[in-house]
């Protein structure tokens, strides 16, 4: 008997979705933002959101479950501090690159305030934009990456309003830091950003280590401090940083980068310069696959323990080193921001289309390999099946190659494979009271497992499983009640066939394919992808001109009530054809000048003309999705 627990172990949504997702008994996904009892369904938002005539596919935000990663963040390091004693404090930055949107900072910088939440930003248009907000007195903003003059200029000019620290990325900035601070009589807040030995582990290990794009090496660094001195700046520096990639998924790693980048901290201090912030940078992993192992997709440690090693450690150095505890910052980013968003889409089809052999009649006029095809496809039982299966692809691969030689027609062809794949369908059957099938019938999964396209793009949506192979959980949102029976393969919208996805999560490894429902025809069948909230919305691109999609912001009250705070139409038609910088204005007239011509000519009548321009008009203002 199937149980809705079944399919939240399937989907594993208890593993990777830190009491944010559940599923009811009705067989329905509820988002619990505060991690609390009461949840919504999601299909109840998707009703409120069509009578909004918003349509799929939709992203869904949940400000209150940043509030709620704000808290755990806080609190793992709190109760770091308390039980490790250590003297310093922690505060964050939240890394403005992960994830730009407006309302996802200002939601972070609200909810922050009391957790003194700040900003690092990486260009000079991030600094400018999140100097708009308004943070605790004592939030940092810290300012990485290149930085050239109207960066610098901007970074000191806001230097009584926000507590900034410009930070050495590369040894070229020092000499332009030092001219900048003098031409304007400013002393700047400094941090130094160094190398570690040290990597981070999982797919961005490589971005770190001694042949990183950013930071100092060590005679870099004493060059640097030299240069300070000489220029009088040396009390300037206060922040040591370093960053040894994103998504840490060993806390090996990151124990012994911490111990590195204490020591450097300490012999800094020791040096009697009075650092008083040691940042560590991001690189919190999140659990996508809920297997809690080094795997890319996940993490072999908990908040909690990542709080711990960090506070442990920076105190055990400092304590050997006889040097002051230091304030920790940290820029978590996707630790902080992924669980907030989920993707609704709905099932908009699938292909191939699976023929049925019941109707086709085999006869001795049929070739020789259809009639073998059609034997097998007869006498196949639970007792014969794999052996049956070995004899149809001999078979299917001799088809092929007397089709190739000219001894086939279509038609005899076409009854070949539909006997053959009917064959495959059979074999997966027979395999399932098999505890551990042989792996070539594993395999067989994959092939027979359908596209089911599906009302997104890959490309816009989550654009790291096409860039990195990134895993992110995707699930039925409905019929959880319900057994799946089907593998599908997750295909998106866009004419590219690499928009697909060929992994998916799962707890021992990773599976090829994913479980749904026999889609019924009419069905509405809403599939959700879930922890997209860092990094993809910035990353997303406008591939074949499907655009930004629909979004809502959705509020939970105390009981059962909640309230959807704010929709934004996503892209349409209009908006991206002017990204590309096409004047949608001048396309109208183009349009109408060719049309002019074709009635001119007598190829159409005027009535048909101005019928073909008004589509040509509502098309500008359509979703770019389908409908
Ligand atoms: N800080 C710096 C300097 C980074 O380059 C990054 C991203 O790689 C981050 C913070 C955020 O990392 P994460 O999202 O893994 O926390």
Redesign the pocket.
């Known amino acids: 008997m199937w149980k809705t627990s079944d399919a939240e172990e399937l989907y594993l949504l208890d593993s990777w979705g830190e009491d944010y997702f559940q599923v009811n008994r009705k067989g329905y996904v509820t988002v619990h933002p505060k991690q609390e009892k009461h949840g919504i369904e999601l299909v109840d938002i998707i009703e409120s959101l069509k009578a909004k005539k918003l349509d799929f596919p939709v992203l869904l935000r949940f400000p209150q479950i940043l509030q709620s990663r704000l808290r755990s963040i806080n609190e793992a390091f709190a109760n770091a501090i308390n039980d490790n004693q250590f003297n310093g404090c922690y505060q964050g930055v939240f890394?403005f690159?992960?994830n730009q949107q407006k309302d996802v900072v200002t939601a972070l910088m609200d909810y922050g305030k009391p957790h003194k939440l700040g900003l690092?930003v990486?260009s000079k248009s991030e600094l400018l934009t999140a100097l708009s907000f308004t943070m605790s007195d004592d939030a940092l903003l810290v300012c990485?990456g290149f930085k050239d003059e109207s960066y610098l200029r901007l970074a000191m000019a806001s230097d009584e309003m926000v507590n900034i620290v410009i930070v050495i990325d590369e040894i070229g900035e020092v000499n332009r830091i030092i001219k900048m601070a003098k031409v304007m009589r400013i002393k700047p807040t400094l941090g130094l950003?160094i190398k570690l030995s040290i990597r981070g582990s999982g797919k961005?290990a490589a971005?770190a280590g001694e042949h990183a794009k950013?930071g100092l090496t060590t005679p870099e660094i004493i060059h640097t401090i030299d240069t300070l001195r000489e220029a009088g700046m040396l009390d300037s520096l206060k922040m040591l940083?370093f960053?040894v990639?994103?998504?840490?998924t060993d806390i090996k790693r990151v124990q012994d980068a911490i111990k590195e980048g204490a020591r450097v901290y300490s012999k800094l201090r020791r040096m009697k310069i009075k650092l008083q912030y040691l940042n560590i940078?991001?690189?919190?992993?999140v659990d996508y696959d809920g297997s809690r192992t080094p795997s890319d997709a996940s993490m072999n440690y908990t908040l909690q323990e990542y709080a711990n090693t960090v506070v442990y450690n920076v105190k055990d150095v400092c304590e050997r080193e006889d040097v002051q505890h230091p304030t920790i910052v940290s820029?978590?980013?996707?630790?902080?921001v992924s669980f907030h968003s989920l993707l609704l889409f709905d099932v908009l089809g699938k292909i191939p289309e699976h023929y049925s052999p019941k109707d086709i009649e085999v006869t001795g006029d049929d070739s020789h390999i259809v009639q073998e095809l059609y034997s097998c496809w007869m006498d196949i039982k639970s007792k014969n099946y794999l052996e049956y299966y070995h004899d149809a692809v001999h078979y299917k691969d001799e088809l092929g190659i007397l089709f190739n030689l000219g001894h086939l027609s279509l038609e005899q062809k076409a009854k070949g494979e539909t006997l053959f794949w009917d064959i495959c369908h059979k074999v997966i059957r027979f395999s399932r009271s098999e505890e551990e099938p042989p792996e070539e019938i594993e395999q067989l999964f994959k092939h027979i497992a359908r596209k089911y396209i599906c009302n997104f793009s890959l490309f816009q949506s989550a654009p790291d499983i096409w860039g990195i192979r990134q895993l992110f959980p995707i699930f039925p949102i409905q019929r959880l009640n319900e057994e799946p029976q089907c593998h599908a393969h997750i295909a998106d919208v866009t004419c590219d066939s690499m928009g697909i996805i060929s992994k998916y999560v799962d707890i021992k490894d990773v599976k090829d394919t994913l479980e749904i429902h026999n889609i019924k025809e009419d069905e509405e069948y809403v599939l959700a992808m879930a922890l997209i909230g860092?990094?993809q919305d910035t990353l997303g691109d406008v591939h074949n001109l499907f655009g930004a999609v629909n979004e809502a912001h959705i509020i939970i009250g105390k009981a059962d009530d909640w309230h959807i705070k704010r929709t934004i139409k996503g892209d349409d038609v209009r908006s991206v054809v002017s990204y590309m910088r096409y004047s949608p204005d001048s396309i109208i007239k183009s349009i109408e000048l060719k049309l002019e011509g074709l009635v001119k000519d007598r190829v159409l009548t005027k009535k048909s003309a101005n019928r073909i321009e008004d589509q040509f008009k509502s098309t500008l203002d359509e979703y770019t999705y389908l409908e």
């Open positions: 890394p690159k992960v690092e990486g990485n950003r961005w971005t950013f940083h960053h990639g994103s998504q840490i940078g991001g690189g919190l992993g820029e978590s980013g996707r630790a902080l860092a990094y």
